[in-house]
């Protein structure tokens, strides 16, 4: 089971790697387990940001500004996460590191933050991805369910879970899923399940063995 490497037990880090904010919206409060994001805050102190989506403090009316900004938002708030495998992952190995011709000090300027990350790149996969750089190791644009729930609604912000690993087959994703962070008192969560990265790399012939 790979969970971040965390302080406060709530499976959110402030690292982007080792599991960190790559994988899921990064944590405001490594110390404090109930601050993480996509919490949901009925009570509590206005000054704390107890969702991690950078709002926090009191409006002139007198109301958080939580509820000021976020409950008048054009659709309600909601999370995102995939549980996946390598195609949720978005598993990549840039080819530039097999090509003699193209060796460079810059190439492999970053291998350890890849390395660390598995050789994934959540942060700019189709369900929770969130930023397109890559270091100029990954070309294309980056589009994701994830910055299309904050795009209409910003509250939304760091509230994503990529709960994928290279490999997983629907067993292991019994254990895996575990690892997925949320409670009946949080936002919602919409969940995606996708184990297609075996099936499109399998070597059977039939579909006796697909997902």
């Known amino acids: 089971v790979r969970i971040p490497g965390i302080v406060d037990g709530d499976y ?15 944590d405001c409060n490594d110390f404090d387990g109930t601050i993480y994001p996509g919490r949901k805050t009925n009570s509590g102190n206005p000054n704390i940001d107890y969702d991690c989506n950078g709002i926090s403090g009191v409006a002139p009316s ?29 598993f990549h190995i840039p080819p530039e590191w097999f090509t003699v011709a193209d060796y460079s000090a810059a190439i492999f300027e970053h291998l350890l933050w890849v390395v660390e990350n598995e050789v994934d790149w959540p942060q700019r996969g189709a369900y929770t991805g969130y930023t397109n750089s890559s270091f100029s190791l990954a070309d294309g644009s980056m589009n994701s369910i994830y910055q299309y729930m904050l795009d209409r609604n910003a509250c939304n912000h760091r509230d994503y879970q990529a709960v994928a690993v290279n490999g997983a087959r629907v067993g292991a994703m019994q254990t895996i899923m575990k690892t997925l962070k949320r ?29």
């Open 12 to 26: 959110f880090s402030t690292l982007d790697t080792f599991r960190g904010s790559s994988w899921r919206g990064a």
């Open 62 to 90: 007198g109301r958080s500004y939580e509820s000021e900004l976020c409950d008048s938002a054009r659709s309600s708030r909601k999370g995102v996460a995939v549980l996946g495998d390598s195609a949720a992952a978005h």
């Open 183 to 211: 409670s009946k008192d949080d936002h919602p969560l919409l969940t995606i399940y996708a184990l297609i990265g075996n099936d499109v790399c399998t070597g059977h012939e039939d579909f006796n063995h697909y997902t």
